[in-house]
C-alpha cells in the first residue's frame, strides 16, 4: 500500500528545543515538500526537494532546516530559530512531469505546539 | 506567481451540485490548474487538474473557459461527506520551477 507517511501525528516541545519531523514515501516520487498550515489558512511552503541531495528553500524557509538523503525520506527540523513553531506540519511528494503534473500527495501531518 | 481568487465560504444541501469559481487573472502560459479537498487535521487530497477546455473524473468535473482567466470545480449531488475545505490553485511543479500558491479556499458546507 504505497502512500506517504508521517511520524508522530502529535508533538509537543519545549520553547528552545530542536525538534525532527519525519516524513517517508514509497511512491517512487522524486520531489518532496513540506508546508506549514496556521488555523484557518492555507498551506505554505517550507521546504521542496527534487531530487536527492538537494533542496530549495520555499516561501517560509527561516527557522527550519532539511535534508535528502534518501529518496524515501525528507525529514524537517524545526529550529529554536523559529518563533512561531506551533503549527499543523504537512509532507506530500508529487510524481515526475507527466498527465498529473500538478498532483502532489499528502500524508497524514504532524501538530507541532510548542510551550 | 499566479494568484487566484475564491469564495470565502459556500452552503449546500445534499443531492444538490455545487460550483466553486476560482479566478486567476494572471495565469502563465504553462500554468496547470488543480483543485485539492481537505479535511480537518488531514492532509490536502487531489481532486482534479486542467489546462483547458473541461475535464470530468469519477468525483468532479472543472470548466475552464478559454481564456483560463478563471476556472469552476462542479461537484455532482454532494453529500454530508463533502463538506471541506477547497483550494484552488494555479502553477506548476518540479522538475518545472514549483509555482503554487495556497490561498485559504473555501469551505464548503453540505447540510441534511
Known amino acids: 500500500d504505497g502512500g506517504i507517511t508521517q511520524s508522530p501525528k502529535y508533538l509537543f516541545r519545549k520553547e528552545g528545543q530542536n525538534v525532527t519531523l519525519s516524513c517517508e514515501q514509497n511512491l517512487n516520487h522524486d520531489a518532496m515538500y513540506w508546508y506549514r498550515q496556521d488555523p484557518g489558512q492555507g498551506l505554505r511552503l517550507i521546504y521542496y526537494s527534487q531530487i536527492v541531495n538537494d533542496f530549495q528553500k520555499g516561501d517560509i524557509a527561516e527557522g527550519y532546516s532539511v535534508s535528502r538523503e534518501k529518496k524515501e525520506s525528507f525529514p524537517l527540523t524545526v ?7 506551533t503549527a499543523f506540519y504537512l509532507c506530500a511528494s508529487s510524481k ?3 498527465p498529473a503534473r500538478g498532483e502532489q500527495y499528502f500524508g497524514p501531518g504532524t501538530r507541532l505546539t510548542v510551550t | 506567481l499566479a494568484k487566484t481568487t475564491q469564495p470565502i465560504s459556500m452552503d449546500s444541501y445534499e443531492g444538490q451540485e455545487v460550483n466553486i469559481t476560482c479566478s486567476h487573472n494572471n495565469i502563465a502560459t504553462n500554468d496547470y490548474i488543480t483543485w485539492y479537498q481537505q479535511f480537518p487535521s488531514q492532509g490536502p487530497r487531489f481532486i482534479i487538474q486542467g489546462y483547458k477546455t473541461k475535464v ?3 468525483v468532479a468535473s472543472l470548466f475552464i ?3 483560463r482567466k478563471s476556472s469552476t470545480l462542479s461537484l455532482p449531488r454532494v453529500s454530508l461527506s463533502d463538506t471541506a475545505v477547497y483550494y484552488c490553485l494555479v502553477g506548476d511543479l518540479p522538475p518545472n520551477d514549483y509555482k503554487l500558491s495556497f490561498g485559504a479556499g473555501t469551505t464548503v458546507t453540505v447540510r441534511a
Open chain 2, 65 to 67: 473557459p478559454a481564456d
Open chain 2, 56 to 58: 470530468t473524473n469519477e
Open chain 1, 96 to 98: 515526475p512531469a507527466g
Open chain 1, 79 to 85: 529550529t529554536s530559530a523559529q518563533k512561531n513553531p
